[in-house]
């Protein structure tokens, strides 16, 4: 307990250090994470190995499920991806240090605020040995310092890979300590204790998973439990457009939170859109959950009568429930009371209709006509995705490296006091924008 | 308790349409409130003047500081104030629906980041009736819905305030709803559980106060528990700009949050600086608590001998801590360990140490040769203040209406779906920045 902590407090004592480090040196030391990750290819997938072996057993057990025991494993190709992801975050523009905004206050004293790093960041996730330098690099280039905690059936995959990457960097000069690995479980309730020092949790996993770590710590989360979108089909859709959408939503990648789980209808185009929709699902092994209006379009042989709890699960698999509404309103609030404010789409050709559901659903990706599975990182041109946030406060949606920033305020002033602004006779501020980049 | 669930589920349900009100309708609601204040400015006064009855009681008693009184008190200058105050918020531009980022993804597949609002914010305040009209005005013009709970002592005048300016809010078109106000102790422990409903809480009072939200809720929390701001006297200082700022930065109001509380001497420049220095604090009332080496320099007849305790204690009175630092770099390990991330000020004349300072020392506001008492909404610029953050995330230092403000990512499509942009023959992004605003 007394090492996690000193490790912690290294790595806090390290951010500061790491925030001020030139953009030379740190994409000197992603280039040289890059070239390790293929020296050391065959010692990491012979760790992997290791892991793979105890996952075969714990997948006999029934521990392990088969999606986790795919996701853990580690060969040619993997590092392959894992080094052109590392130098993809090179080419990511450095954000430390960026001038925000510029005000001159009055003659001589400028406030600027500047972009800089969050700190200590806590990255807790479960069997997915990429995570590793995925993060580090993103964290490594925008100046944050991270703990680690991984999952224990990955335990000598994510040590290698750990040891590997944040050896070169130290070589090329990022502050010993700014990376450290946790390696026991009763390290996840060290991490989530020490809001002191970590400034942000970042949990990837399940929902389950996240959800605990939300509940069980007072360090902010950024991350989302659940994933329940939805498409809405209005009055005023366009048939073709509809299916595409919907189908494409739900079966192009069905584990994933971004796809679709609940199917809206307008009643006015049920009939019209219905029957086709269905076939289309059944087609292609979708099991369809309708409420009764829409059961008496489908017909019992298609679907299954919905229950309650259909409207709020996410299935993460080829099922689908659909639902009739009454109006745009009507869809528009089930939204907001069933979905996770994760992403929803709506098909329509009204303008009117569109803007209303872009500005009352709260969500934090709201879609005109397009699949929800194209709320990802990497897909809105960030280069790089830490997560797809569903919060309300600091970065929501899918977050690259800018929601691993905050700023600063700097003041440069040349002995001024506060007593000259105020009281009678106070001189008044001048409250000028300027163009002016930060520097001394 | 089930009404007050029910008013903060009507609140955040009123969130969502507030959302969405134009710019004209807000305007002319904050009109209607100042026109509303100065209407019943008597009526505001007669309902203070029963909560300044029972207060004189309750100082009496020793219950409640002469501060906190004189804070309760409303007159005809204050609500003067009060109407100036929502008539500035009228001149702040609509951050609602502001175009921050576009983006095309594909022909005809764009990406567009909205500014929206938050959503329902709940406002913990302690005896300051102003900060009803100032939150509330600025909540409004920034979309968002309130949830208000105010200290026992200004029930009277709170309530009053609240419903003169909700009732002329709603009249003007501002969804009925919007605000609520909770008027009793155990609302204060009802408002943290409700983790579903409100998005962002802002506590407003003394620091154990807010130390006590924060430790207390899941919903965010914007804000500060504690202001220990530093000013660190460097090797190469101008020893006039010295004397200065650090006597500003004391006494210019020693009862508020960014007043100076320990003052760093490099030894370098301790024994010109530290008598002069001190013969100020001494003609101005300031209690020296000093470390041995200052001491042996200013003498045990104008300070005392500072205890440990002294280096993490906001005195938030007319006392200052100083001590000797061997350099540069202890000065900003000092500050990063005792310092509350709020503002901290470097006199130098020396530009290396002076951006080393402020690339190194961890605070929401750093500042070469100015005051402390700069750090302020209002001399920042912003027009109106919503407190001040010592956060590492979502808003930090002074925060203006923009700390109020989220985004949603909105894609306009034409049917597009993403297997076409998967697998062989995948289409690729375009990913171009543009300049359009966001329409339909």
């Known amino acids: 307990m007394n090492d996690i902590k000193e490790n912690v407090i290294r790595a806090k004592s390290a951010s500061i250090t790491l925030s001020a480090v030139s953009t030379k040196t740190k994409d000197n030391a992603l280039n040289a994470m890059a070239n390790a990750l293929d020296s050391f290819r065959n010692d990491i997938i012979k760790a992997n190995a290791k892991d793979m ?255 309650g709890s259909d409207w709020d699960e996410e299935y993460n698999d080829m099922i689908i429930s659909i639902r009739t509404v009454d109006s745009l309103d009507e869809a528009i609030e089930f939204i907001n009371i069933h979905g996770s404010k994760h992403t929803d789409s709506i098909i329509t050709e009204n303008k009117i209709n569109a803007l209303r559901f872009v500005n009352l659903v709260d969500s934090s990706s709201v879609f005109v006509n397009a699949s929800t599975r194209f709320s990802d990182g990497f897909r809105y041109g960030k280069g790089a995705e830490v997560g797809i946030s569903t919060n309300k406060i600091h970065s929501r949606g899918p977050v690259g490296m800018e929601g691993l920033m905050i700023y600063k305020y700097i003041i440069i002033g040349n002995g001024h006091v506060v007593k000259d602004y105020a009281g009678k006779d106070a001189k008044s501020f001048t409250h000028r924008t300027l163009k002016k980049k930060f520097r001394i």
Chains 1, 2 share one sequence.
């Not at 003659?107 to 806590?122: A, F, H, N, S, T």
Request: aromatic share 6%.
């Open 53 to 307: 072996d105890a996952a075969a057993k714990m997948k006999e057990k029934g521990e392990l499920s088969d999606a986790m025991v795919k996701r853990l494993k580690v060969n040619d190709e993997k590092i392959n991806g894992m080094i052109l992801g590392v130098k993809d975050v090179v080419e990511l523009k450095d954000p430390v240090g960026e001038t925000i905004s510029t005000m001159e206050l009055d003659d001589d004293l400028i406030l600027y605020q500047v972009r800089c790093p969050i700190g200590l960041l806590g990255v807790i996730f479960e069997s997915r040995p990429d995570v590793v330098p995925q993060i580090m690099s993103l964290c490594l280039k925008s100046g944050n310092a991270v703990v680690f905690k991984g999952g224990k059936e990955a335990s000598n995959t994510n040590k290698i890979l750990f040891d590997v990457l944040s050896s070169a960097a130290y070589k090329a000069g990022i502050p010993e300590g700014s990376f450290c690995l946790m390696e026991t479980r009763d390290d996840v309730s060290s991490i989530l204790k020490m809001n002191d020092q970590i400034d942000l949790l970042i949990p990837r996993g399940s929902n389950e998973f996240v959800s605990y770590i939300q509940s069980n710590t007072k360090i902010p989360v950024l991350g989302h439990s659940a994933g329940i979108c939805h498409v809405y089909v209005d009055e005023f859709a366009d048939i073709e457009k509809a299916l595409n959408v919907s189908l494409d939503s739900k079966i192009q990648y069905p584990a994933v939170c971004n796809a679709v789980e609940t199917l809206l209808v307008n009643k006015k185009i049920s009939k019209k859109f219905l029957p086709k929709m269905t076939d289309l699902f059944v087609k292609n092994g979708v099991e369809i959950r309708a409420d009764k209006r829409a059961m008496d379009i489908i017909g019992d042989k298609k679907a299954k009568n919905a229950k």
